[in-house]
């Protein structure tokens, strides 16, 4: 069965600050992975993914994820976040073979402090 | 163009009752997919539809969980006999193909009491 980590469970930063979220996944085959993003009551929105190709993805309000198939990582980094990225951040892997669900890590609840 | 939308935004029910949770997929999205979002147990899959075929009902938690989709458009996923462990978000997602991104809907939160 697939799995997914993210190390950071909650995260503190500054505006400006830089950010990058950790997730990890276990699975041998091909998989599609995804970023999504759940801002303070709002649903489950999609803020990156990767099916194919360049393993550096550019997202929604300048969030980038690269795909590094060695390690079995997806990390999301953006270079300088600001107050309304305040928001809960979920990775999640899919793959044909293990069916086509999302498998979602535990999620990083990030703070951005004004 | 409209979302997923999924009815009722809150649930309130007492144990042992029925619950019926429905969701409107985005028009002409073949896939469907339920998920539970829970404090101890985060994001898991449920039940996913795809066109005709029957559905993958993996990760229902118990047979007391059911969904059904009609005319591969609406989905409502009935919840028997209500547990208080079954209070969760209960999120639908759809996807105009397997392999696409999934969309979701606002969730239905739903209390046991």
């Known amino acids: 069965a697939q799995s997914v980590s993210q190390h950071n469970h909650h995260v503190i930063l500054s505006e400006a600050a830089s950010l990058e979220l950790g997730c990890n996944y276990s699975?041998?085959?091909?998989?599609?992975l995804f970023w999504y993003v759940q801002y303070p009551g709002q649903h489950l929105q999609l803020l990156l993914k990767?099916?194919?190709?360049?393993?550096l993805v550019k997202g929604i309000k300048g969030f980038e994820a690269e795909f590094i198939k060695s390690k079995f990582s997806f990390n999301l980094r953006k270079p300088s976040v600001q107050w309304s990225d305040t928001a809960e951040y979920f990775c999640?892997?899919?793959?044909?073979?293990?069916?086509?669900?999302?498998?979602f890590g535990g999620g990083t609840r990030l703070m951005v402090k004004p | 163009g409209a979302g997923v939308s999924q009815s009722p935004s809150n649930k309130v029910t007492e144990k042992g009752k029925d619950v019926e949770l429905r969701c409107d997929p985005i028009?002409?999205?073949?896939?469907l997919y339920w998920y539970r979002q829970s404090l101890g147990q985060g994001l898991e899959f449920l039940i996913y539809?795809?066109?005709?075929?029957?559905?993958?009902k993996s990760g229902l938690p118990s047979d007391r969980f059911s969904a059904e989709r009609t005319g591969g458009s609406v989905s409502t996923l009935t919840i028997q006999r209500t547990q208080q462990e079954d209070s969760a978000v209960y999120l639908c997602?759809?996807?105009?193909?397997?392999?696409?991104?999934?969309?979701f809907g606002p969730g239905t939160r739903l209390l046991v009491l």
């Open positions: 997602a759809s996807s105009p193909d397997p392999q696409e991104t999934q969309y």
């Open positions: 699975y041998g085959g091909t998989v599609n």
């Open positions: 990767y099916f194919s190709g360049d393993p």
């Open positions: 999640a892997v899919n793959s044909v073979n293990a069916g086509n669900m999302l498998t």
């Open positions: 028009s002409g999205h073949t896939a």
């Open positions: 539809f795809q066109g005709n075929s029957a559905p993958d």
